[in-house]
Structure formats: structure tokens, C-alpha cells
């Protein structure tokens, strides 16, 4: 079975390419983009991980439709004509809000139940939100002469992102009495890291925690080369350089505690630091594609 795969896919790599030195399909279809051309990239590794275990014992799962960048970007492109195409990134994730509850024991309830009577219960709540976007647009130029394609091109780009926190609990902290709140167990909820230590060392818990703003620009040029195995379908590598800008806001944590001499319940904010970065690097990674035009 595999070296009958194997066997078909180098056939049909000679079809195409005997059917290619017109540049176009039997069909008369133009195997290049031509002027007015739309395209859409998509990521090659799964495909080539898909056939690479295929043709091996490793064993082999469908590939998958995936962005071309680990950002989550949709990366197209418009033809002005057969050379010279504008290029186009945009990346929209809002996530208006993700809200998860955790019902906890009632601590103010100091009833004694008797089997199978439940105790009171009071309800926890987190409260996340975040939003990222991301804008680039470029100039390609192409040259080639045949089903191999070398271009060329620069491109400038911005994202900005954040996130916020908020919790809410059903149990109040109270300073006297058996309802002392030494350690916040109950209160934890996982993967939120919502329960720390104040700057006095005593337990503390975040009810909001503001994540700091995000914003990059990216200024760039960027080389690739990419072969057409069907008409209008190319596979693809690009590598690119450029100056980028990365500023880091600072971070906000609202925290309430019990602490002091004469035990109250205190509330603190903390500020994080603010960090940026500025340097003349590969900030664009080498990827390898599918580009689909239409």
C-alpha cells in the first residue's frame, strides 16, 4: 500500500510537470497567479508529518488545516498583476469573557449536619477576558520563469493584546471569630494562581488581576521561494528579518488579606513591572506552506 502512495505521487509529480512546461492544465487552467488572483496560506508541516509516517511504521494521522504563523494569523494575498501581489496578516481574537464557578463550603455556617444532609454551600467565581490583534501588510514581488517561484518583498506589522482577571467570593474574610481565613484552599480555582501572600507574608487572595498591555510593531523584509504542483496551488518557505518594537505594560493585582496587630481585613494593589524590547533580529520565523489561489 505504501509503495503504491509512493508510486502514485511521483506519477503524478511527472503529469504535472509535463503538462506544466505551457504553464498551463489539460484542463488550459494557468498554473501561475495571474492579475486580480486571491490567496489564502495554510501550514505544510501537518501534511508532510501526515506522509513522512505514512511511508515509515510510525503510523500516520490525518494532517490538519492550520494558520501558517503560532499566532493564530490568516495570512492572504491579491495579485495586482502576475509579479506583484499585496500581502495581507490579521489576526482578531476577543474574548468577551470566560466565566467558570466553583461552589464551596459555606465557612460562616457553623451547623453540625448528620448523615446524608449536606452544609451550606456559596459560590466562587473567576472571570477572565482578553483580546488580541494583529495587522500586517506587505509588498512580494515574484521572478521565475517556470513552476519554481523565488520572491522578495518588506512588510510592516502591529499586534497588540491583554488579558484580565476577576474574581468574586461567596465567603467574606472575617478577622474574628472561627471564620479566620488562615489558609484560602477553598478559594483556589486551578490554573488561575488566584491565591498568594500580601507583602506582609499573610495568606491573600486576587480579586482582580489586570495582565498589562501588549503592544509590537514590526518592521520588515522577508525572501522566499515557492513551486506550483497544481495549478494555482504552490508549496512554499519564506525566511525574513526586520526591527522590531516590543513594549510590556505593567501589571495590576488587587489583593485582600487579614492581617495587622489588631486583625482587619486590608486590601493591596501591586504593580508589576514594565519591560520593552527593541533589536534588529530574524523577528519573522522560516515557515513552509501551502498557498492556495482563487
Known sequence: MKKLALTVLVAFAVITVTNA????????VPILP??????????????????????????????????????????????????????AEIRLGVLGSNTNK??????SDTTTYNYPAMGQKVENSWKSSATNIGLGVGLEKHRGKGLLQGYYGAGLGIYYSNSKDK???????????????VDLVDDAFAGASNTKTDTYGNDAR?????????????????????YFILPKVSFGGEFG??????????????????????PTVGQQIIEGNKSGLFGFDNNFSGTLYFMLHF
Do not use: C, H
Not at 508532510?48 to 494575498?77: C, E
Not at 474574581?167 to 467574606?172: E, K, P, V
Not at 528579518?241 to 489588631?262: D, F, P, Q, Y
Open 102 to 107: 466553583n461552589m464551596v463550603s459555606n465557612r
Open 21 to 28: 512546461q505551457d504553464l498551463k492544465s489539460k484542463q488550459g
Open 167 to 181: 474574581f468574586t467570593y461567596g465567603n467574606a474574610l472575617v478577622p474574628t471569630g472561627v471564620v479566620v481565613d
Open 241 to 262: 528579518w526586520g526591527l522590531g518594537l516590543v513594549t510590556n505594560g505593567k501589571t495590576t493585582t488587587t489583593t485582600e488579606s487579614i492581617g495587622g496587630t489588631t
Open 34 to 87: 495571474e492579475a486580480g488572483d486571491y490567496a489564502i496560506g495554510i501550514d505544510a508541516t501537518p501534511f508532510f508529518n501526515y506522509f513522512g509516517k505514512f511511508l515509515s511504521n510510525a503510523g500516520a494521522t490525518s494532517p490538519t488545516w492550520n494558520f501558517i504563523t503560532a499566532n493564530q494569523t490568516i495570512r492572504g494575498k491579491y495579485y495586482v498583476d502576475e509579479t506583484t501581489a499585496y500581502r
Open 206 to 226: 486576587i480579586t482582580e488581576r489586570k495582565n498589562g498591555s501588549s503592544l509590537a510593531l514590526n518592521l520588515g523584509a522577508f525572501v522566499g521561494a515557492e
